[in-house]
């Protein structure tokens, strides 16, 4: 992707710790790139090294998957039986057609509840950690965000509140020291990430881009998260470069310590400050 290409959600546009939804054209629903093949190649190996990290499903699901892998096939116009010869489940299959993880919520008495997934390249957490749970306990280390919080009910009522034929797409950064897509690191949040002495050249833009599209059949609502990795360098070239770095400057800037804590940055903030100051006067 060029430079002047890349997706910039940390312009200002979807600030971090905010729920930041928006309706999505249908049509626009999957994104796929070039590196397609780089993705999928990684799943399959998650898949097989990985496998109770990466894959889980309750025993119910399984006409909800079939919904989802049809529909996915249907979107892309793919035929789903050429992945039918692997001994996986529909959503696993589904998830070898696209760059985009898939999660599997469905509602309950006690909240919607992740019931299954593909999730090769979670960005610090752990599937077995949240697998099962409602939405207001999978939030829960976020901060703002736990049970009983204004934005746990929020996000209880929108997932209520999603209908089937308007998708809804929203946007999560943070900043990593390597562009691995498989990063699970829950317990220590990659502390000291950047290393010692200059950071340039060690800064990974890793975003998020996420939707929610409720399931016609099942009711059951589809969540995808798919990561790209762009070095901070990009902004070097970058037509809007130094508006950019002056617009993660702002957003770091305006982060608790708890905020940044969660995102690993509590302890790193001092050395991006340098290099983002330096890519915001060029």
């Known amino acids: 992707m060029e430079p002047n290409a890349i997706h910039t959600p940390y312009d200002g546009s ?3 710790f905010t729920i930041g939804l928006k309706a999505l054209d249908i049509r626009e629903w999957l994104d796929g790139d070039e590196y397609f093949e780089t993705y999928i190649a990684e799943k399959r190996r998650l898949y097989v090294e990985e496998t109770a990290n990466v894959l889980v499903a309750e025993g119910d699901t399984d006409d909800a998957q079939s919904e989802v892998l049809d529909l996915i096939s249907e979107t892309l116009g793919k035929f789903a039986e050429q992945y039918e010869t ?3 489940g529909p959503l696993a299959r589904a998830a070898l057609m696209v760059q985009e993880d898939l999660v599997l919520m469905r509602d309950s008495p006690y ?3 992740l019931v299954a997934a593909s999730l090769c390249f979670p960005s610090a957490w752990k599937l077995h950690e949240k697998f ?3 939405l207001h306990e999978i939030h829960q280390p976020v901060p703002g965000f736990g049970e009983g919080t204004r934005n746990a009910g929020l996000i209880d009522r929108m997932f209520d509140n999603l209908r089937v034929e308007q998708p ?3 946007w999560n950064w943070s900043l990593y020291g390597d562009a691995e897509l ?5 317990d220590n949040k990659m502390k000291n990430r950047f290393g010692e002495g200059k950071i340039d050249g060690r800064v990974i833009m890793r975003l998020e881009r996420q939707t929610l599209r409720k399931l016609p ?3 059951d609502i589809l969540f995808t998260i798919r990561i790209y990795n762009n070095p ?3 902004l070097k070239n970058h037509a809007a470069g130094a508006e950019l770095a002056q617009a993660i400057m702002a957003q770091l800037s305006a982060m608790t310590p708890e905020q940044l804590d969660y995102k690993g940055l509590l302890d790193e903030v001092p050395k991006l400050m340098t290099r983002l100051s330096e890519l915001a006067q060029r």
């Open 86 to 88: 692997e001994a996986l």
């Open 14 to 16: 979807s600030l971090p």
């Open 217 to 219: 059949k099942s009711g």
């Open 182 to 186: 498989y990063h699970p690191a829950s």
């Open 111 to 113: 909240g919607w509840r």
């Open 168 to 170: 809804v797409i929203r």
């Open 132 to 134: 099962g749970k409602p």
């Open 232 to 234: 901070i360098e990009v």
